[in-house]
């Protein structure tokens, strides 16, 4: 797998360090509340398992699962809801857990969709903010990291389900998907 990289951009300790900045951040922002944290399967997974594990406040965590690219680098502008959540998020103090926001069409829908659903409030928390491809725009709340026009892939992002293992976030080498 590492052969496919062309340039690591942030390694396993720099990703732990900003989350460990991230969680603080959140622990003070929900302090007194319990938070519904949704991940945004599939990629977002990662983040979540270690981004709760620096959020020392109580909270509760949903799944959903979004398909927007179908198996390419390039998004439709389609986005399925493959599963949705088990629980009712009406009066939840909501905050979506994302790995990438790219053109924000994904996030928008969902914001939209989650949004009728009447939260108390509702926050996007992504990994990475590829802000230079943005078709849409998108309020996030926090971020981990602002990253170049490249595929990445790494720390739960694919490319073609692979790679979603790496520790780190790379750059994945032109051959692969051109
Ligand atoms: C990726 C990522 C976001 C979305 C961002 O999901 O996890 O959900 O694309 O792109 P956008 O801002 O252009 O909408 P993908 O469909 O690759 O699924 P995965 O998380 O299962 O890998």
Request: with cysteine; hydrophobic share 40%.
């Amino acid at each position: 797998m590492e052969k496919d990289i062309k340039e690591i951009l942030f390694t396993e300790e720099e990703i732990k360090k900003r989350i460990e900045i991230l969680g603080k951040k959140i622990s003070e922002d929900y302090k007194g509340k319990f938070p519904l944290f949704v991940c945004i399967l599939r990629g977002a997974f990662m983040f979540l398992a270690d981004l709760l594990r620096e959020v020392q406040i109580p909270l509760s965590v949903d799944f959903m699962a979004i398909s927007s690219y179908g198996g390419n680098t390039e998004s439709t502008g389609q986005v399925k809801i493959l599963k949705d959540l088990d629980t009712s998020i009406k009066g939840r103090d909501v905050l979506i857990i994302e790995d990438i926001v790219d053109t924000g069409l994904t996030m928008d829908a969902v914001t939209r969709l989650l949004r009728t659903r009447k939260p108390k409030s509702l926050k996007i928390c992504t990994l990475l903010d590829k802000e230079e491809r943005r078709k849409i725009p998108v309020n996030i709340s926090y971020y981990g990291f602002k990253i170049p026009n490249k595929f990445v892939v790494g720390y739960g992002l694919d490319y073609k389900e692979k790679y979603r293992n790496l520790p780190f976030i790379g750059i994945l080498k032109e051959k692969i998907y051109m």
